[in-house]
């Protein structure tokens, strides 16, 4: 039965979760429309389908897809949780939101339709935009107009030697922290709120501002060792929400909240912007993490694929290539990977669904 939750293609995923949560009941549904086509020439698409009363004072959210390609993933793991029909403690409703980037998704991009990476838009754009000198320093390492076949390992080698000599935090700003001088370069954060922002925006605000307590779970592939799921989450020592997950997940990844600009390694990410719209809401906002290559692999199909969009030609034998490693960096085939990602997401939903149900959980959660 598992195995069946994977799809090949958004417009298959999309239906077959659908049509499942229509034909198991006790969901309702609403489509938010992306104003491009997909891939297939059809419409896009973000679906939010709901399970439990209305008026819930506690919901937990599972969204997919805000790196469009990893939704192959987050909506394996959304139709498995449709087709395990789980019980619901009272007073609790499950929000499950498919394809926070259907562009990206569909077209098998990371990124968005304007080359933004979603989890490096949250940020305050009447003000100045994070400056990062350490992406600008290897812009033309990861963003070359020019990538002849065979070139990738000499970039690869590169940041290698880069590696050696850097230490973990920079090294991670510079290429994973995102940057807002470089459209066309890797983890552009945009120039101001993306469609998929406004629109999950919009939707935290009609959804869940009323609600007492949000769990949030945002599905990604890509880090970490391969078929494992880890959850991460940002907090500090102290922060209820730190404790109260611990026990409900067991170890997790739990990075301090940045001090500072300067001190910012990842800022403009979804969960954090979940936190501060919803002020008046008790959010835990985590990130399901499972790791599919080893990072290096990663990151060089993603700059192969950013010159493929900018300067190549998507359409040809070898633009057909670098979409198929793509999608296989985060979507692996190994039927066994594929297991381990279905297993530990039930578990994790499980576990957040029971924690969820505990009845002292707001003074739990209150500082
Ligand atoms: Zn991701």
Redesign the pocket.
């Known amino acids: 039965m598992t195995m069946t939750c994977y799809s090949e293609d958004y417009r298959t995923a999309r239906t077959r979760l659908l049509s499942a949560a229509q034909a198991l009941g006790g969901w309702t549904h609403e489509a938010i429309a992306h104003p491009l086509a997909g891939a297939d020439g059809g419409p896009l698409y973000m679906d939010v389908l709901w399970r439990g009363p209305q008026d819930a004072t506690r919901v937990l959210t599972i969204s997919s897809g805000?790196?469009g390609v990893?939704g192959f993933c987050g909506s394996a793991l959304q139709l498995q949780l449709v087709e395990d029909a789980p019980a619901l403690p009272p007073d609790m409703a499950l929000m499950l939101v498919h394809a926070v980037n259907p562009y990206g998704f569909s077209h098998l991009r990371?990124v968005n339709e304007d080359n933004v990476d979603l989890?490096r838009n949250f940020v305050d754009f009447t003000a100045d935009t994070p400056e990062n000198d350490a992406y600008a320093a290897i812009d033309a390492l990861l963003n070359p107009a020019e990538l002849p076949d065979g070139a990738m390992a000499a970039i690869t080698a590169e940041l290698d030697r880069m590696r050696a000599t850097t230490d973990y935090l920079s090294m991670l700003k510079a290429v994973s922290g995102g940057q807002y001088a470089f459209p066309r370069g890797v983890q552009y954060g945009g120039s101001a709120p993306a469609w998929s922002r406004r629109t999950v925006e919009a939707l935290w605000a009609r959804r869940l501002a009323d609600r007492r307590v949000v769990v949030q779970i945002?599905l990604?592939?890509?880090?970490g060792a391969s078929g494992v799921g880890m959850l991460m989450m940002a907090a500090d020592e102290g922060e209820p929400h730190k404790a109260l997950t611990a026990e409900w997940f067991g170890p997790m990844l739990v990075t301090p909240r940045p001090r500072s600009r300067a001190d910012t390694i990842l800022g403009g990410y979804m969960n954090q912007a979940m936190e501060t719209q919803l002020a008046g809401v008790r959010v835990a906002p985590m990130?399901l993490?499972y790791g599919t290559e080893p990072s290096e692999v990663v990151l060089a199909a993603m700059i192969e694929d950013n010159w493929l969009v900018h300067h190549g030609d998507p359409a040809g034998e070898r633009g057909r290539r670098i979409k198929a490693r793509l999608l296989r960096a985060?979507y692996p085939a190994d039927p066994s990977w594929r297991a381990a990602v279905l297993a530990r997401g039930r578990e994790v939903f499980a576990q957040a669904l029971s924690g969820l149900g505990a009845p002292d959980l707001e003074e739990r959660l209150t500082p």
Do not use: A, I, P, Q
């Open positions: 805000t790196h990893e990371r989890n945002d990604h592939s890509g880090l990130t993490e985060f």
